[in-house]
């Protein structure tokens, strides 16, 4: 079952937890159940249309979901998932 | 009296209080400032500018900081050099090149830097920092040193020595990260939270983007207040080419332009180019790039923060943004030197390599009053350009010597 990492502008919702344990197999299955959980929390990362916000970045095991299957990456054997706001470059 | 409004959401709308923080609480969007347009109206004018600092501290009221800069320190208020030589080359009568590699630290980014360790100090921070792979490094370094604040610059640990070089020698101190850019980012934004650091590029980001407005306010200024027909740009994260179109419509806001139509074109490096790439698309939805590999290595945002709004700016100003090859990025920094005088990093290379397109495409013509942002130094980036290096001659301490080799090569002079 893998942690998930909440970054500070969420942890309102996880009553301030950092690190929340949450089984899913798939990152699309994850966020429902974190929004089961703490509700409030889907429409902090989704838009609209139900697409990851553009300033948002999911983290597999530290690779962007936006490169592997989007919502559909699995989590067989993923030991953390991280929240990760966009952090621009200089 | 403040002349900021508000920090506001780019994308939900939110608007918080003018604090260090850089990203919605609700929907992780960027934060803007928001200036009271009429109260700079009121008090600034042409006059007041010319009579201020000769640096980017005399558009001190369009930039979002109320104490604490030194008007002193020699950022900003660079050449506009009109560039009759690479102008005839390319086809263009009234060509002219922004010279920024002549910044304290050889960059753009010392505007940016100099607004933000300003409002690091007047937010009352003691140390200041940047996550970095290059120029924001030394301009952060640099900034640092003069302010006397302790600095902190985080770098990848396979960073070139020579950034690395560049940074310590201002007394930063340098914190090399065993990880991706990505993770050193990530790491930097928890710092940034936890130790209250001022971090550049993270919590005073919305005030230090603002510092990029005095490209597009100077250069109106030194063409005698008026605005160019085209102003060629690098695209990196898109924030100094969102930033040109921001800071020419404050122009307007506040009376000091009648009107302005400038077409702001932005320029890539193929390797890395994925606001082009979805420029090409007609797309407003750019693909990141996971891998860039590009010679442009300053420009090398793969997943760019402001590729969105850079790409709405070229819908509304009818900007173009083109990408160029590794080649043609060596070539337009040769060109650039070798016609103008000016020896810029490989980001030059790159916003000649797309002028010279824009004038083959006939987007720009012959007497478009037209401006290149020429916004770092060559030395900067020699190893671009290692194996172009000019023809040298190897001679004995002799006359007799030069004059045969000269001869070999076909070179005959008149004494």
Same mark, same amino acid.
């Given at each position: 079952m893998p942690t998930v990492r909440i970054p500070t502008p969420l942890r309102s919702l996880t009553g301030g937890e950092s690190r929340v344990d949450v089984a899913a197999d798939t990152v699309g299955a994850l966020v429902q159940q974190l929004e089961a959980d703490y509700p409030g929390m889907a429409e902090r990362l989704l838009d609209a249309d139900g697409e990851l916000r553009r300033f948002v970045n999911i983290y597999v095991d530290g690779d962007d979901i936006r490169f592997k299957?989007?919502?559909?990456?699995a989590l067989d054997g993923v030991g953390e998932v991280s929240i990760v706001p966009s952090v621009a470059g200089g | 009296m403040s002349t900021i409004n508000a920090l506001q959401c780019r994308e939900c709308g939110r608007a918080y209080e003018p604090?260090? /923080?850089? /990203?919605? @609480? !609700?929907? !992780?969007g960027p934060l803007e400032v928001q200036f009271d347009y009429q109260a700079i109206r009121d008090r600034i004018s042409r006059e007041s500018i010319a009579a201020g600092p000769q640096t980017l501290w005399r558009y001190a009221d369009l930039l979002? /900081? @109320?104490? +604490? $800069?030194? *008007?002193? $320190?020699? /950022? +900003?208020?660079t050449p506009l050099q009109r560039a009759h030589n690479l102008g005839e080359r390319l086809g263009l009568n009234r060509l002219y090149i922004k010279n920024d590699t002549v910044n304290p630290s050889f960059s753009f980014k010392d505007r940016v830097v100099a607004v933000a360790v300003a409002k690091a100090r007047e937010l009352g921070f003691e140390t200041f920092a940047c996550a970095s792979t290059g120029n924001l490094a030394g301009a952060v370094a640099a900034a640092g040193a003069r302010h006397g604040m302790d600095t902190y610059v985080f770098l *990848?640990?396979? #960073? @070139?020595l020579g950034k690395v070089r560049g940074a310590a020698v201002y007394g930063a101190r340098i914190v090399a990260v065993d990880g991706t850019y990505d993770e050193l980012n990530r790491l930097c934004s928890e710092i940034a939270d936890l130790y209250e650091w001022a971090f550049c590029n993270i919590n005073v980001r919305p005030y230090y983007a603002e510092g990029s407005k005095t490209l597009a306010f100077e250069t109106v200024e030194q063409l005698g207040w008026q605005a160019p027909d085209h102003i060629v740009a690098p695209i990196a994260s898109g924030s100094l080419y969102t930033k040109i179109g921001k800071g020419l419509r404050e122009l307007v806001d506040v009376g000091l332009l009648d009107e302005q139509h400038t077409r702001i074109h932005g320029a890539q490096g193929d390797g890395c180019a994925p606001v082009a790439e979805a420029f090409a698309r007609d797309s407003m939805t750019y693909r990141a790039v996971r891998t860039p590999q590009t010679i442009a290595k300053s420009l090398? #945002? +793969?997943?760019?923060?402001d590729g969105f709004y850079a790409l709405k700016l070229a819908k509304e100003c009818e900007g173009v943004i083109d990408a160029v090859s590794d080649a043609e990025i060596v070539d337009g920094i040769r060109l650039l030197a070798e016609t103008e005088g000016v020896f810029a990093e490989t980001a030059g290379g790159v916003t000649v390599g797309v002028l010279k397109h824009l004038v083959e495409n006939g @987007? #720009? +013509? *012959?007497d478009d009053l037209t401006v290149a942002l020429i916004t770092g130094n060559g030395l900067k980036t020699q190893e671009a350009i290692d194996s172009q290096t000019a023809d040298s001659f190897a001679v004995k301490p002799t006359v007799t010597s030069f004059e045969q080799v000269l001869a070999d090569r076909g070179v005959y002079v008149t004494a």
């Open positions: 299957d989007g919502f559909d990456t | 604090r260090a /923080v850089h /990203v919605c @609480e !609700f929907c !992780f979002p /900081v @109320e104490s +604490g $800069w030194d *008007p002193t $320190w020699p /950022v +900003g208020l *990848p640990a396979d #960073i @070139e090398a #945002i +793969g997943n760019p923060a @987007e #720009i +013509g *012959p």
